[in-house]
């Protein structure tokens, strides 16, 4: 199976969600700027997405994927349904909990995560996220739904259904801000209901895909079909793994509460230059961590439950090729070119030139770590492959102690965009930390010409790096806003440049990405 192949198209379907979701932020940048009320969309809407990553994307999935993967490398597909029928039991009836809870508790979960928003704003953030929390529910399936697909090699339909939610945003936005807005009610709810809407479809798209494969779950919906579910073994193995996996993704998910509740003490539109910021660091996230992580994990869940060590470590060797070869030219343009990138998507209407500022600051801070960022999407994967949720759970914990030292350092002397500065430093630590625990296991044996290849790769960013300087430095990326279409056409040509420049200067020094299809 050639897994260059199989993440490139994951990359290629991410790339229309991150595109349609970087026109989001544009829509939400142009028409409410930065300011108390986008603020309190932000937080309103970080609630459901942390619980989202929690439960769903986070903790449920690393602890459901690699049992999934090992089911039904020895058991057979058969046996494997039966899981996942009883998975989805436990799942559902958690869920309505969860939402029923979430929407009592909407002001105490705003003030947890955002006390320093003006009362006006905060009233608007309980409003939006009691409309919004029944999200997580959705995601959550999809999450499920998703584990499955990828586990079958059916990468399509998970790494495509996002779009539909960046549509849902997009259209509701900018279809219901009038009305609101006569309606004496804040425009930027209609971006809430666009939430919503967003997260039924993904989860509709998914049920004819799980159909196609025989793997549609049968959950059932009383009592007694609860209580059976959950004495499935497959289930208990699931909840004991999730056990450290909750604490290590709850331990990330924490940072996050902390530097929201930290930026909404900052000052009106200090949470959202960082949520401008984050969504520009998401991209080379979703497009190549993302991508590794869903193609990687089930591979090295099979290859653990095969006892192939050597492709297991091949398979590490490869991802982390791949994070080098990949990722390190995008934080080389996170940090370089930082200001330009915002002022392309961002400087519009409502959105200032001292918005940009302010966000192109917290871009640099994400570029920091953003190797780090990435890197964990392939090494975490390597202890969930063995069923073992508690090594990165403990180091998530000691980097978070240290990300809270960092911002004690870092927020007092650059604002906000110590906020994510102090997390990418925190990403490279853990980063670094799963990887020699990896290779103290024995699990990771690097494979031999890591410092050629470092060498190589280091030529072409270096090169791609000078030339963004020169762009960065020459032209006046504020100024152009005064000709929308003559910026966005010098910043196509830009990046197409840049990736010319870094290419060539690997073809140069005799690297070949495309022979990397493959693990050797």
Same mark, same amino acid.
Not at 15 to 40: C, H, K, P, V, Y
């Given at each position: 199976?050639?897994?260059?192949?199989?993440?490139?198209?994951?990359?290629?379907?991410?790339?229309?969600? #991150?595109?349609?979701?970087?026109?989001?932020?544009?829509?939400?940048?142009?028409?409410?700027?930065?300011?108390?009320?986008?603020?309190?969309?932000?937080?309103?809407?970080?609630?459901?997405?942390? !619980?989202?990553?929690?439960?769903?994307?986070?903790?449920?999935?690393?602890?459901?994927?690699? !049992?999934?993967?090992?089911?039904?490398?020895?058991?057979?597909?058969?046996?494997? *349904?039966?899981?996942?029928?009883?998975?989805?039991?436990?799942?559902?009836?958690?869920?309505?909990?969860?939402?029923?809870?979430?929407?009592?508790?909407?002001?105490?979960?705003?003030?947890?995560?955002?006390?320093?928003?003006?009362?006006?704003?905060?009233?608007?953030?309980?409003?939006?996220?009691?409309?919004?929390?029944?999200?997580?529910?959705?995601?959550?399936?999809?999450?499920?739904?998703?584990?499955?697909?990828?586990?079958?090699?059916?990468?399509?339909?998970?790494?495509?259904?996002?779009?539909?939610?960046?549509?849902?945003?997009?259209?509701?936005?900018?279809?219901?801000?009038?009305?609101?807005?006569?309606?004496?009610?804040?425009?930027?709810?209609? $971006?809430?209901?666009?939430?919503?809407?967003?997260?039924?479809?993904?989860?509709?798209?998914?049920?004819?895909?799980?159909?196609?494969?025989?793997?549609?779950?049968?959950?059932?919906?009383?009592?007694?079909?609860?209580?059976?579910?959950?004495?499935?073994?497959?289930?208990? #193995?699931?909840?004991?793994?999730?056990?450290?996996?909750?604490?290590?993704?709850?331990?990330?998910?924490?940072?996050?509460?902390?530097?929201?509740?930290?930026?909404?003490?900052?000052?009106?539109?200090?949470?959202?230059?960082?949520?401008?910021?984050? #969504?520009?660091?998401?991209?080379?996230?979703?497009?190549?961590?993302?991508?590794?992580?869903?193609?990687?994990?089930?591979?090295?869940?099979?290859?653990?439950?095969?006892?192939?060590?050597?492709?297991?470590?091949?398979?590490?060797?490869?991802?982390?090729?791949?994070?080098?070869?990949?990722?390190?030219?995008?934080?080389?343009?996170?940090?370089?070119?930082?200001?330009?990138?915002?002022?392309?998507?961002? *400087?519009?209407?409502?959105?200032?030139?001292?918005?940009?500022?302010?966000?192109?600051?917290?871009?640099?801070?994400?570029?920091?770590?953003?190797?780090?960022?990435?890197?964990?999407?392939?090494?975490?994967?390597?202890?969930?492959?063995?069923?073992?949720?508690?090594?990165?759970?403990? $180091?998530?914990?000691?980097?978070?102690?240290?990300?809270?030292?960092?911002?004690?350092?870092?927020?007092? /002397?650059?604002?906000?965009?110590?906020?994510?500065?102090?997390?990418?430093?925190?990403?490279?630590?853990?980063?670094?930390?799963?990887?020699?625990?990896?290779?103290?296991?024995?699990?990771?044996?690097?494979?031999?010409?890591?410092?050629?290849?470092?060498?190589?790769?280091?030529?072409?960013?270096?090169?791609?790096? !000078?030339?963004?300087?020169?762009?960065?430095? #020459?032209?006046? /990326?504020?100024?152009?806003?005064?000709?929308?279409?003559?910026?966005?056409?010098?910043?196509?040509?830009?990046?197409?440049?840049?990736?010319?420049?870094?290419?060539?200067?690997?073809?140069?020094?005799?690297?070949?990405?495309?022979?990397?299809?493959?693990?050797?």
């Amino acid at each position: 199976m050639n897994l260059l192949r199989a993440a490139s198209t994951i990359s290629l379907l991410t790339l229309a969600s #991150r595109i349609t979701g970087l026109i989001r932020e544009q829509m939400t940048a142009g028409l409410f700027g930065a300011n108390g009320m986008t603020d309190a969309f932000l937080v309103a809407f970080r609630i459901p997405n942390l !619980l989202r990553r929690l439960f769903a994307e986070g903790a449920f999935s690393q602890a459901f994927v690699p !049992l999934l993967a090992a089911s039904r490398t020895t058991d057979g597909d058969e046996a494997t *349904h039966g899981l996942v029928d009883a998975v989805a039991t436990v799942l559902l009836w958690a869920l309505v909990a969860t939402s029923v809870t979430g929407i009592l508790a909407a002001p105490v979960l705003v003030w947890l995560l955002g006390s320093g928003l003006a009362p006006k704003s905060f009233d608007a953030s309980v409003v939006m996220t009691r409309f919004m929390f029944p999200y997580i529910g959705c995601m959550s399936l999809v999450a499920l739904s998703a584990g499955i697909l990828n586990t079958w090699r059916r990468f399509v339909v998970p790494a495509a259904s996002p779009v539909l939610l960046n549509l849902s945003m997009i259209l509701c936005g900018w279809a219901l801000i009038g009305p609101l807005e006569r309606a004496g009610l804040p425009g930027i709810y209609g $971006i809430a209901v666009g939430v919503m809407l967003g997260g039924v479809l993904q989860l509709a798209v998914q049920w004819p895909a799980l159909s196609r494969i025989g793997m549609r779950p049968r959950m059932r919906w009383t009592w007694r079909g609860f209580r059976s579910s959950s004495q499935h073994p497959g289930v208990k #193995r699931m909840l004991v793994n999730m056990g450290p996996a909750l604490l290590g993704v709850g331990v990330s998910q924490l940072s996050l509460m902390i530097n929201t509740q930290i930026s909404s003490h900052l000052g009106e539109g200090a949470t959202s230059w960082l949520n401008y910021a984050d #969504r520009l660091m998401e991209f080379p996230i979703g497009l190549l961590g993302v991508a590794l992580s869903a193609v990687l994990t089930p591979q090295l869940s099979s290859a653990q439950a095969a006892g192939d060590t050597e492709r297991y470590s091949r398979l590490l060797d490869w991802g982390l090729r791949m994070v080098v070869l990949l990722a390190l030219p995008c934080a080389v343009a996170l940090l370089v070119f930082a200001e330009p990138l915002t002022a392309v998507l961002y *400087h519009r209407k409502a959105f200032t030139a001292l918005d940009v500022m302010h966000t192109a600051q917290s871009v640099m801070g994400w570029g920091v770590g953003l190797l780090g960022l990435i890197a964990v999407k392939v090494l975490a994967p390597g202890f969930y492959a063995r069923q073992d949720t508690g090594t990165p759970a403990k $180091i998530a914990v000691a980097v978070l102690i240290l990300t809270q030292a960092f911002n004690l350092v870092f927020v007092p /002397w650059v604002g906000v965009a110590g906020l994510a500065l102090s997390i990418g430093l925190g990403a490279l630590v853990n980063a670094t930390w799963l990887l020699f625990g990896l290779k103290k296991l024995g699990s990771y044996r690097p494979e031999a010409g890591w410092f050629s290849f470092s060498l190589r790769v280091g030529v072409g960013c270096l090169a791609m790096g !000078l030339l963004q300087w020169q762009l960065a430095s #020459r032209l006046d /990326w504020i100024a152009l806003g005064q000709h929308e279409v003559q910026r966005a056409l010098i910043m196509a040509a830009s990046l197409a440049a840049s990736a010319a420049v870094y290419f060539g200067a690997l073809a140069l020094v005799g690297m070949r990405p495309r022979a990397m299809g493959r693990p050797r």
